[in-house]
């Protein structure tokens, strides 16, 4: 109780000092996992409450509460998707000096390193990039070859999970554009929980949402989306993962198209 009492203390201080926002339906004391060496059973029961309690919040409460909470240590990954676009613009009205990165693999495509610029330029949101030791080039040299080819497992790890889990220090809580409905993995995603895979609280403020949902926020608020969307590439990641799906496929379907894997590491623990 007294490590409870001194944490509460500690956040009471640094709320005070943070700009003063309206804060959303929802306020709890949120937990600062960074003033612990490990999650305790206490934190991990708080951010089960908290991720139980926003259950009912839009995402731009849940957004505001992460804010609140974490701001400015709060991070977010974007690979760019439509859920990312959108979390981006709401971002822009609530807190735009949020720290948004990018894992920046070397396969992207073209129109998806083009939509960072025009973020910046719509709202001024700098989307920083984060890349692999190597270049593509060192890489596929190192392996004799594209590993994504042979070992898409691994290649994912490498420009991916490892990237993140580098990207990830010195955050206490990252925000991701995942929705439950894309896939059985995701679906038992909470809105706020520890990422024990990269060591900090991660918030899913789309959650609860649909595909619905998103497509029909761009295009009331005219948010910037992957033209690669309109020529039937419902999942976008790297160009030589992704393809563009046929009527009546699965939206992921066209990730890793021909194989097993269906998710890159980054949303399974
Ligand atoms: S999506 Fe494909 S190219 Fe990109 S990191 Fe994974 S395996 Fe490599």
């Given at each position: 109780m007294a490590q409870r009492g001194r944490l509460v203390q500690v956040m009471i201080a640094a709320f005070t000092a943070m700009p003063q926002l309206e804060l959303p339906v929802v306020s709890v004391t949120?937990?600062?996992?960074?003033?612990?060496a490990a999650p305790s059973a206490e934190l991990l029961d708080q951010l089960a409450e908290e991720s139980k309690r926003l259950e009912s919040a839009t995402p731009e409460q849940i957004i505001e509460w992460a804010v609140s909470a974490y701001f400015p240590k709060l991070t977010m990954a974007t690979a760019f998707g439509p859920e990312g676009c959108v979390i981006l613009y709401m971002l822009s009205q609530i807190e735009p000096r949020t720290h948004v990165f990018n894992l920046?693999?070397?396969?992207?495509?073209t129109e998806t390193l083009q939509l960072r610029d025009e973020i910046a330029r719509r709202y001024g949101i700098e989307v920083e990039m984060k890349r692999p030791a190597t270049t593509v080039e060192e890489y596929e040299a190192h392996h004799g070859g594209?590993?994504?080819?042979?070992?898409p497992d691994q290649c994912c790890f490498d420009r991916k999970v490892t990237v993140l889990r580098e990207a990830a220090k010195g955050w206490s809580a990252w925000m991701s554009g995942i929705?439950?409905?894309?896939?059985p993995d995701r679906?038992?995603?909470?809105?706020?929980?520890?990422?024990k895979k990269f060591g900090l609280v991660k918030i899913s403020?789309?959650?609860?949402?649909t595909k619905n949902d998103v497509w029909k926020l761009i295009t009331d608020k005219n948010i910037p989306y992957n033209p690669l969307h309109d020529q039937g590439y419902t999942s976008i990641g790297c160009w030589p993962c992704t393809r563009a799906v046929l009527f009546g496929e699965d939206e992921r379907a066209g990730r890793w198209s021909g194989t097993a894997k269906t998710e890159c590491g980054l949303h399974t623990q």
């Open positions: 949120p937990p600062k996992p960074e003033l612990l920046d693999t070397g396969y992207q495509f594209p590993l994504y080819k042979t070992n929705r439950r409905d894309q896939s679906a038992r995603a909470p809105i706020v929980g520890w990422d403020p789309l959650a609860n949402w």
